[in-house]
């Protein structure tokens, strides 16, 4: 039996006894069972309970057997001293704080249905375990918790950012250059694209912003993908050639070392998102003059950010994926689906941090206002969520989804879950007018 699931009983007061009573045979009255405690000392804070015509205002400490007082070391912890209960299922010894006071102590029971039910839960063999059981929780507590999860999910990016701002001592342009760089090298390129960024700071780009050539050289340069004997032909083409005289120049003049060309995967990529030909595309997104996280700070909706963030790769790919190899193709640009996926993970988490950063409320507003108005993604995950009746409306409902799924249903996290956790507290006989009673 695990206390975590005890904390569950205890703090949904689901316990067997109709008239609890402590094991001096006095009545217990819970008045409130208290705040959960996640972090070190007892595993509720101000509690209120009554016992017998007494009424108590503390800690209460849950454990499987009362021994495990002594093992846990708390006999001999003053920050248990305040403790007013003590909740066990197996009372195999008498306890005392360090202060040599005698909590009282109540053995816990609970209706076998409710942890057959989470025990099903633990057992299932399905990712999402409580699937067969979610459409008889009401709509309203399943979106409201979707939406709650989306905004977890947020919070968890923007950690992951705080960390790329304070390696550019906060400065909002340099650390989205560098996670857009990072977005468009996809999932195979990340690496090597924001490796790219670093070696190539933005104020160098801004320097030749008005020259797209010389922003593709720099790029293609310091990507190592100008250095000889990279590509079968690129010797005979006169696009590489300029590219490659170009920036012999300019890395003279800025002391720039290239990348190791072999950091590049192109193996099993569709063409289309070679990095060659991402490269390309993001320079253009550079050469535009302006602050693109300016731009991001100043746009007002999806359309905006639509006519910014599109761009083309230069003419010379409309024809070739890699250096001095022709192959008829067409305009190479960015799509619909990847400025959406551009927004979900990289634009809007910034926004988002930025309002947090700076007080800023109106820009965590409008980041989630635009993430619901993304439409919903279309991947594995959601795909599962719809076999069990969800069907995501937004982009904020399916990362709310995504993270539903990978925190809670992939850990087992039932309990802490506010649809898992309903679905246990009513065990085996779940009723759907039943569930309506626990809103």
């Excluded at 209960?85 to 249905?113: C, F, M, Q, R």
């Excluded at 933005?202 to 050289?217: C, F, G, P, T, Y």
């Excluded at 083309?312 to 890699?322: G, I, L, M, Q, T």
Aim: hydrophobic share 35%; proline share 4%.
């Amino acid at each position: 039996m695990k206390e975590e699931f005890l904390h569950f009983i205890w703090k949904n007061r689901l316990f067997g006894q109709d008239s609890p009573e402590t094991i001096t045979g006095r009545k217990l009255v819970v008045i409130d069972p208290g705040t959960y405690n996640r972090d070190a000392g007892p595993d509720f804070f101000n509690s209120r309970i009554k016992v017998g015509k007494t009424e108590w205002a503390g800690n209460v400490e849950i454990h499987v057997n009362a021994s495990d007082w002594n093992r846990h070391r708390h006999n001999l912890d003053h920050s248990y001293d305040n403790v007013i209960l003590h909740v066990v299922v197996n009372n195999d010894i008498e306890i005392k704080t360090a202060s040599g006071l005698v909590p009282e102590t109540y053995i816990l029971t609970w209706e076998s249905v409710v942890e057959d039910r989470y025990n099903d839960f633990l057992n299932d063999p399905n990712v999402i375990a409580c699937s067969d059981y979610l459409y008889k929780i009401p709509r309203f507590t399943l979106r409201h918790w979707i939406s709650r999860m989306a905004i977890e999910r947020l919070e968890d990016k923007i950690d992951k950012l705080e960390e790329a701002l304070k390696a550019t001592n906060n400065d909002w342009d340099e650390t989205f250059y560098r996670l857009l760089a990072r977005y468009f090298g996809l999932k195979v390129n990340a690496d090597p694209f924001f490796l790219l960024a670093c070696q190539l700071p933005l104020k160098i780009i801004r320097k030749h912003a008005d020259n797209r050539m010389q922003v593709e050289s720099l790029m293609y340069g310091q990507a190592g993908m100008l250095e000889p004997g990279v590509f079968e032909n690129e010797i005979y083409d006169e696009y590489y050639s300029t590219l490659l005289k170009e920036y012999r120049v300019l890395q003279k003049k800025y002391s720039l070392k290239p990348l190791d060309p072999w950091l590049w995967k192109y193996h099993r990529l569709r063409p289309l998102n070679f990095p060659t030909v991402r490269i390309s595309q993001l320079a253009g997104l550079l050469c535009s003059g302006k602050s693109l996280f300016g731009l991001i700070k100043d746009s007002k909706s999806l359309d905006e950010m639509g006519i910014v963030f599109k761009s083309e790769a230069s003419e010379y790919w409309n024809n070739h994926f890699v250096f001095g190899t022709y192959k008829k193709g067409r305009v190479k640009k960015t799509g619909d689906t990847m400025l959406d996926l551009l927004l979900i993970n990289t634009i809007i988490p910034l926004l988002f941090l930025y309002g947090k950063e700076t007080g800023g409320n109106k820009y965590c507003a409008r980041a989630t206002d635009m993430l619901d108005s993304i439409a919903p993604e279309d991947n594995r995950i959601t795909r599962e969520w719809a076999r069990a009746g969800i069907i995501a409306c937004s982009a904020l409902e399916t990362q709310g989804l995504l993270h539903l799924r990978e925190t809670y249903c992939k850990n087992r996290l039932c309990l802490h879950c506010q649809c898992g956790s309903k679905l246990i507290s009513l065990g085996k006989n779940i009723d759907p007018e039943t569930c309506y009673l626990l809103e």
